[in-house]
T-cell receptor, first 113, second 112 residues
Framework: GAGVSQTPSNKVTEKGKYVELRCDPI?????LYWYRQSLGQGPEFLIY????????DSGLPNDRFFAVRPEGSVSTLKIQRTERGDSAVYLC???????????FGPGTRLLVL | DAKTTQPNSMESNEEEPVHLPCNHS???????IHWYRQLPSQGPEYVIH???SNVNNRMASLAIAEDRKSSTLILHRATLRDAAVYYC?????????????FGGGTRLMVKP
C-alpha cells in the first residue's frame, strides 16, 4: 500500500521567505509526527498530532514554526521568515495510534539561501 | 529521559553476521527498546522492538540483557543494502505523545 508521502522533495528559498511543507500520512493513521534532521545528526521531534489537534508541540523551536492538520489526515508545516539555520531535512511520520510503529516519509530537503 | 549510547560507526563484511550494541543504563521499567534504521537519502524505518525477552523478525534479532541495561541488534547475514545508520531508541509506554528521541546512531558500513 501507499506509504507516507511528502511534498516537495526539495525546496530552495531565500532568507525571510515563507514556506509550506506537506505530509500525506498513511490512510487511517490517527497519529502524525514532524521531525527535523540536520546534516550528520539524528532526527529531532517537532510536533505531534492526534487527529486534528496538536497534542504536543514542545519541539517547535520558536513561533516562526507552525503546523496544522485540519481534517485529521494531511498536515502542513509552515515556516515564516525563514533563516539559514532552518536548512534541514523535514521528516513526517504517521502511526495507527500514538504507541504504534511510526512510518516515515522520505522527507523534504529545505535549503534557505 | 533515559538515553542510549551507541558506537559512531561499525564495519562488516557482506554475508557475515553483525552485532550492533546499545547501552541504556538508565532505562526504566516501562521503556521499550526500539531500533530504527535510516538508509541513505531516506526516512528512518522500523526494524524491531522489545521489552524484556529476545525478539526475532524477518529483518533482525534483538538480544536484551537480563538487567535491560544494554541490548544488541543482530543482522544474521549482512548485505550491501543493510548499510545504514542504526538508531537504538527508548520509548516510554505512557500517556505522552510517544515521539521518538533519536541519538546519533551507529553508521554501519558493509564491505563486499
Amino acid at each position: 500500500g501507499a506509504g507516507v508521502s511528502q511534498t516537495p522533495s526539495n525546496k530552495v528559498t531565500e532568507k525571510g521567505k515563507y514556506v509550506e511543507l506537506r505530509c500525506d500520512p498513511i490512510s487511517g493513521h490517527t497519529a502524525l509526527y514532524w521531525y527535523r534532521q540536520s546534516l550528520g545528526q539524528g532526527p529531532e521531534f517537532l510536533i505531534y498530532f492526534q487527529g486534528t489537534g496538536a497534542a504536543d508541540d514542545s519541539g517547535l523551536p520558536n513561533d516562526r514554526f507552525f503546523a496544522v492538520r485540519p481534517e485529521g489526515s494531511v498536515s502542513t508545516l509552515k515556516i515564516q521568515r525563514t533563516e539559514r539555520g532552518d536548512s534541514a531535512v523535514y521528516l513526517c511520520a504517521s502511526s495507527l495510534w500514538r504507541t504504534a510503529t511510526q512510518y516515515f516519509g522520505p522527507g523534504t530537503r529545505l535549503l534557505v539561501l | 529521559d533515559a538515553k542510549t549510547t551507541q558506537p559512531n560507526s561499525m564495519e562488516s563484511n557482506e554475508e557475515e553476521p553483525v552485532h550492533l550494541p546499545c547501552n541504556h543504563s538508565t532505562i526504566s521499567g516501562t521503556d521499550y527498546i526500539h531500533w530504527y534504521r535510516q538508509l541513505p537519502s531516506q526516512g528512518p524505518e522500523y526494524v524491531i522492538h522489545g521489552l524484556t525477552s529476545n525478539v526475532n523478525n524477518r529483518m533482525a534479532s534483538l538480544a536484551i540483557a537480563e538487567d535491560r541495561k544494554s541490548s544488541t541488534l543482530i543482522l544474521h547475514r549482512a548485505t550491501l543494502r543493510d548499510a545504514a545508520v542504526y538508531y537504538c531508541i527508548l520509548r516510554e509506554n505512557n500517556n505522552a505523545g510517544n515521539m521518538l528521541t533519536f541519538g546519533g546512531g551507529t553508521r554501519l558500513m558493509v564491505k563486499p
